[in-house]
């Protein structure tokens, strides 16, 4: 008889210590797993998509829903451009031998002013940024400068200390 009342206390404790288990992952777990209440859906009504906007004085075909506008214009045949850790445009203008910093200070999404942070360049044409450095690619040679932009009014921009990393690139 007492065997099996030491045997039903057995059951009776694992019973007991399941019970607060499933009850602990419930505390913990369940509430994640089931799905969140939220506020009840609203679906907007449709707006009319506007047709495609074209604000510049070239032939270009749009996808309904875009627009283009011109950012910059009088720049000279620009080659490549690069945006700079500030969100900042810079654009090579290789026939000049020029780099140019296009910033927009007020952000209505055209170039507020033309700096030449570059010139007398062979024919830049790549323009690459890493950490504090603007590397600009010439058809002869890469060359590396630190590049400060100052949170001044209005922005400064300055490339200093040239290091030419590849000096010799040759057309072979």
Known sequence: MRRHFWLG??????????????LVFYLQFWPGLRPAFGPSPK???????PGAINKTNLPLKIPVGFMIETFASN???????????????????TGEGKVLALPDENGDG?????????EGLNLPHGLAFHKDFLYI??????????????????VTFK??????????????
């Open 9 to 22: 206390g057995i059951i009776l404790t694992v019973l007991v210590v399941l019970i607060a288990l499933a």
């Open 110 to 118: 055209r170039a507020d002013r033309v700096v030449t942070l570059a």
């Open 43 to 49: 679906i907007p009504k449709k707006k009319p998509v």
């Open 75 to 93: 720049l000279g045949p620009a080659r490549f451009m690069a945006v700079d850790p500030n969100g900042v445009l810079l654009v090579s203008v």
């Open 137 to 154: 690619a010439e058809t002869n040679r890469v060359t590396r400068y630190n590049y400060v932009y100052l949170l001044t009014y209005p």
């Open 159 to 172: 490339i200093s200390n040239p290091q030419v990393l590849v000096p010799d690139l040759s057309s072979n």
